[in-house]
């Protein structure tokens, strides 16, 4: 009889001082061995979201100039086709913040469409593909809208330098530029050079990207 109540007097009484100490070391341990491991999944996965997306931009592109001739660069089209050059674009965006710079450039201060109206819902009004057409706009080129990439920036493609002769050089004889569907990445600074020659091109700092030139 004592020994069983000795148990009951304990299990009412509760823990003590010192054991919850000990759980609460426990927990404080675990959370800090933890915390850090936590944080770089979502920072990883969140990279690997970028990525795709950013993939995902460029192959639609791709397959725009495939159906049409001509990408995706104009507010409005002209005859159902590609539009007069004071109705281009020099940037493709999503929605979402605009991304700083350590030096202003187009890429936070040029004339900018939006990709739905290119890839999702034919805003500039180009000649739709028919059966007795060769070309035309088969959209749309995006299962969804793209909203902000993970960090709360727009995904941005510098679509005014693209240039589709087969060289790389320009018509005027220049070496292309560099085209990039790109994400300013976790930090949200742009860190890549806007223009770059197509034969030195690389992403800077942290940025996420893929390249259509």
Not at 95 to 115: C, F, I, K, R, Y
Request: some cysteine; aromatic content about 8%.
């Amino acid at each position: 009889m004592s020994g069983s109540q000795t148990t009951t007097d304990r299990s009412q009484r509760g823990f003590t001082l010192i054991e919850l100490t000990v759980v609460l070391a426990v927990i404080v341990t675990l959370a800090l061995v933890l915390t850090p491991s936590i944080a770089n999944v979502i920072n990883d996965s969140r990279i690997a979201r970028a990525r795709s997306d950013c993939q995902t931009i460029a192959s639609a592109i791709s397959e725009f100039y495939r159906d049409n001739g001509f990408f995706p660069s104009w507010k409005l089209a002209q005859n159902g086709g590609a539009g007069l050059p004071a109705n281009k674009v020099q940037l493709l965006i999503s929605p979402g913040n605009v991304a700083q710079e350590d030096q202003t450039s187009l890429w936070t201060t040029g004339v900018a469409g939006l990709l739905a109206d290119q890839l999702m819902s034919d805003a500039p009004g180009y000649a739709l593909k028919t059966p007795s057409s060769q070309n035309g706009w088969n959209g749309p080129y995006l299962s969804s809208e793209f909203s902000a990439d993970p960090w709360g920036n727009r995904y941005i493609v510098n679509i005014e330098l693209i240039d589709a002769s087969a060289t790389p050089v320009t018509r005027t004889g220049a070496v292309k530029a560099a085209v990039w569907a790109l994400s300013a990445g976790p930090n949200g600074i742009i860190e890549t050079t806007y223009g770059q020659s197509i034969l030195v091109a690389k992403l800077g700092g942290d940025d996420i990207g893929t390249r259509l030139q």
